[in-house]
């Protein structure tokens, strides 16, 4: 279970507060794969990050009594001056996991090849993002939050790691960030849409692509 108590979250653009979440009180179950929808700039990436903890709520706090994923999109898990095989033994260390074979998962499965053994910041958003799906699909969570990252690399890569994540899901739930509808429907049985810092649930991800529709709408 994850559970948002009086979230908020906002930040201060040309001297007037934006929200990407407002007092937002939410309880994430498990057993339930979400779609998150929002226009762009409403803050989708922000609150997956609030939820894996790599940032902060302005006030409230976020409860986990589960083991959660960082996002899998999110470059900036990684630290760059530091070799993808590094990386990866810290985070290995950082969830308990053992860090061999964590290592050997990652180096099979990601493909880097000799750019294995150098430095993230010299990656491209491609590689670090087969980096961060390796890590994530190398140790097993309750939850996975996944931004956008299921199209990444070559079609054989892509069938890879579509196999992976399916496997991963029969045991585990996901929160996913995706503009494709179809991902949405594939993925995720239900949906929230986040519109001018609130979040709204909808028991039938079809209802939270129609909600999220009407809202782009009318603007």
Known sequence: MIRLDRVTKSFKLKGETRYIAKDVSFTIPRGDSIGLLGRNGAGKSTLLRLIAGTIKPTSGRIIRRANVSFPLGFQGSFNG??????????????????????VDYVQDFAELGKSYQMPVKTYSSGMKARLAFGVSMGINFDYYLVDEITAVGDANFKKKCQQVFRRKLQQSDIIMVSHSNGALKEYCTTGVVLEDGSLTYFPNI????????????RR
């Open 81 to 102: 001056s530091l070799t993808g095989e590094q990386n990866v033994r810290f985070v290995a260390r950082i969830y308990g996991h053992d860090t061999q074979e964590l």
């Open 206 to 217: 079809d209802d939270a692509i129609s909600q999220h529709n009407d809202n782009m709408a």
